[in-house]
């Protein structure tokens, strides 16, 4: 699959799935499903108010857990050939200690994104402070964080293949 078939972001599921959405496309009814399930925006458009969400989330399920030092929307970072956020450590020295900063970016399109996108993605870079490699726990921990994360992950996925497909999205 090339990275510019949009049905790249679906591949691992199971074909019973891919067909039920190939269908949905077929039908052109990929944005109808989208707009039904998620009809609420967020109004959150600067690094400042995306800093307070993640911060609100981090404190209601992972008090135990250092804040990240920074937190914003990042507009270089590509779906898929990159990634949809990113958790980055930096280590510095500074005189005889050593300085460790955490930044989550998250990719600006979801500034247009559905509210339980954003809060999809924002969880799993949470999780990471935690779970650093995509394994059963670290999904366990995002279970944890957001019951229907699977669930979410998956319809973002969709989300972006409609932008993709340049389907009329939310």
Request: proline residues 4%.
């Given at each position: 699959?090339?990275?510019?078939?949009?049905?790249r972001?679906?591949?691992?599921?199971?074909?019973?799935?891919?067909?039920?959405?190939?269908?949905?496309?077929?039908?052109?009814?990929?944005?109808?499903?989208?707009?039904?399930?998620?009809?609420?925006?967020?109004?959150?458009?600067?690094?400042?108010?995306?800093?307070?969400y993640?911060?609100?989330?981090?404190q209601?399920?992972?008090?135990?857990?250092?804040?990240?030092?920074?937190?914003?929307?990042?507009?270089?970072l590509?779906r898929?050939?990159q990634?949809?956020?990113?958790?980055?450590?930096?280590?510095?020295?500074?005189?005889?200690?050593?300085?460790?900063?955490?930044?989550?970016?998250?990719?600006?399109?979801?500034?247009?994104?559905?509210?339980?996108?954003?809060?999809?993605?924002?969880?799993?870079?949470?999780?990471?402070?935690?779970?650093?490699?995509?394994?059963?726990?670290?999904?366990?921990?995002?279970?944890?964080?957001?019951?229907?994360?699977?669930?979410?992950?998956?319809?973002?996925?969709?989300?972006?293949?409609?932008?993709?497909?340049?389907?009329?999205?939310?």
């Amino acid at each position: 699959m090339s990275q510019s078939d949009p049905f790249r972001y679906i591949a691992h599921y199971t074909p019973e799935l891919q067909q039920q959405i190939s269908a949905l496309v077929a039908a052109n009814q990929l944005n109808d499903y989208l707009h039904q399930r998620y009809p609420n925006k967020h109004d959150i458009r600067s690094d400042a108010q995306l800093y307070q969400y993640v911060k609100n989330i981090k404190q209601q399920s992972m008090r135990q857990v250092k804040m990240p030092d920074r937190v914003g929307f990042d507009a270089q970072l590509k779906r898929v050939e990159q990634a949809l956020g990113i958790n980055r450590l930096t280590t510095r020295q500074h005189g005889g200690q050593l300085k460790t900063k955490v930044e989550i970016r998250i990719a600006s399109l979801f500034q247009d994104a559905p509210a339980d996108f954003l809060q999809m993605i924002v969880v799993h870079e949470l999780a990471h402070l935690k779970q650093r490699e995509h394994d059963k726990a670290f999904y366990r921990l995002c279970q944890h964080l957001l019951p229907n994360y699977h669930q979410l992950e998956l319809d973002t996925r969709l989300w972006l293949m409609a932008r993709e497909l340049a389907v009329e999205v939310l």
